[in-house]
């Protein structure tokens, strides 16, 4: 018997092989974020609307589990290109969590899937909060 649960939720990002989140215990994991589009499921080409909707989508999964940005307790976030883009995700990140932020880490790395696949950012999210 496993010890965590899965969480699905409509909207967000969606994976073919794995859960949006899963909660073990009282933390819940999210599986790795990006800014596309819920419709199109796209990366969305604009910076800060790139990042804005990845905050957004980790919204819309943590609300599955009955959670919010302020439970978010870890966020590392593998960014693509910080020289051009840490403004921008700078921008959307204090727009995201104002006032007392969590705990977070960036990491540059060289891209993303395919040469062409315009995503800036992987968000790995930690969040906790009480199981219903």
Known sequence: MRSWIPIDVDGGMRHASSPQAVRAGDFVFLSSVRGVDPAT???IEDPLTQFRQGFD??????AGAGLDLPDVVKLTIYLKDPAQNRASLDQAWSEAFPGTPPARATIRV???GAGTDPTLAFFDVV????GQ
């Not at 989508?57 to 943590?62: A, E, F, S």
Request: net charge positive.
């Open 41 to 43: 499921q796209k990366p």
């Open 127 to 130: 969040a906790y909060g009480p």
């Open 57 to 62: 989508n980790i919204r819309v999964v943590l």
């Open 110 to 112: 060289e891209g993303f």
